[in-house]
């Protein structure tokens, strides 16, 4: 329970820093200027909507009076669905089993482009984009992400310049792959207990690790283009990634049970 909650707010923190200079960046999230989450999300705001998913669904709701948001539709998606991701006016969904893509030229109805099921098997997804390219991890692991029907701890990298028909280019063994982020030419692996990976994104297929923080026990990040946010087991990180080799820690929010 107490990781939920860091999630939420985590999200919560994430728009607030952003917010803060909009008129400066470019949303990893959609561009959309509400703000951005992490990889592991189960919800997130675009325009003057609110995109939810259980365990289910995809359920929309109209934000556009805050005191009253009014649910606009209900859209099955699969079994196990896990997280949300918005992109480039798209919704990138993961499940234990599958990636999801809906498009949201009708923002109150999304309508599914396309389906990528797991290589390898079931297993826990999150899911980040950017330009031609989506990144998905899959974890073997129960808690948490439903059965547990693979073995393999894995990074994907996907092609989704037809988002119609999204393919699998290369496959990355890794530790234990929670939450993604990727901003520029930087990408973000949370391994949870094994630590933060850190690559260079530059050619988005071939990636480099460029390092590996054992000290931090990560969850989930938001890239900013000032900073890095972490959640880790302990409270919230932030840190200056300038030089991709050598995070450096600016600020810690303890966070106790």
């Given amino acids: 329970m107490r990781k939920y909650i860091f999630l939420c707010l985590f999200i919560g923190l994430g728009q607030?820093?952003?917010?803060c200079s909009m008129d400066k960046m470019s949303f990893s999230s959609g561009d959309n200027g509400t703000g951005t989450g992490g990889s592991m999300?189960?919800?997130?705001?675009?325009?003057?909507?609110?995109?939810?998913?259980?365990?289910?669904?995809?359920?929309?709701?109209?934000?556009?009076?805050?005191?009253?948001?009014r649910p606009t539709a209900t859209v099955s998606v699969g079994m196990d669905i896990e997280t949300i991701f918005p992109y480039n006016n798209n919704l990138f969904i993961g499940s234990n089993s599958a990636m999801f893509i809906?498009?949201?030229?009708?923002?109150?109805?999304?309508?599914?482009?396309?389906?990528?099921?797991?290589i390898t098997g079931r297993g826990c997804d999150p899911v980040v984009a950017q330009g031609n390219y989506a990144y998905v991890t899959l974890r073997a692991a129960t808690a948490g992400c439903g059965r547990r029907l693979t073995t393999e701890n894995v990074m994907f990298v996907i092609d989704i310049s037809n988002l119609s028909n999204p393919r699998t280019l290369k496959v990355y063994a890794?530790?234990?792959?929670?939450?993604?982020?990727?901003?520029?030419?930087?990408?973000?692996?949370?391994?949870?207990?094994?630590?933060?990976?850190?690559?260079?994104?530059?050619?988005?297929?071939?990636?480099?690790?460029?390092?590996?923080?054992?000290?931090?026990?990560s969850y989930d990040v938001i890239p900013l283009p000032a900073s890095l946010l972490v959640i880790g087991e302990d409270g919230f990180y932030q840190y200056d990634y300038t030089d991709l080799t050598k995070l450096q820690l600016l600020s810690k929010i303890p966070v106790t049970k």
């Fill in 16 to 19: 607030l820093l952003q917010g």
């Fill in 41 to 69: 999300a189960r919800f997130t705001i675009l325009g003057n909507n609110l995109y939810v998913v259980d365990q289910n669904n995809l359920r929309t709701f109209d934000i556009s009076r805050p005191a009253t948001p």
């Fill in 102 to 118: 809906y498009n949201l030229d009708n923002p109150a109805q999304p309508k599914r482009l396309s389906v990528l099921p797991h």
């Fill in 174 to 217: 890794v530790s234990s792959p929670y939450g993604i982020g990727i901003r520029g030419n930087a990408l973000f692996l949370c391994e949870g207990a094994a630590g933060l990976r850190v690559f260079d994104a530059t050619d988005p297929v071939e990636l480099v690790q460029k390092s590996f923080l054992t000290e931090v026990k």
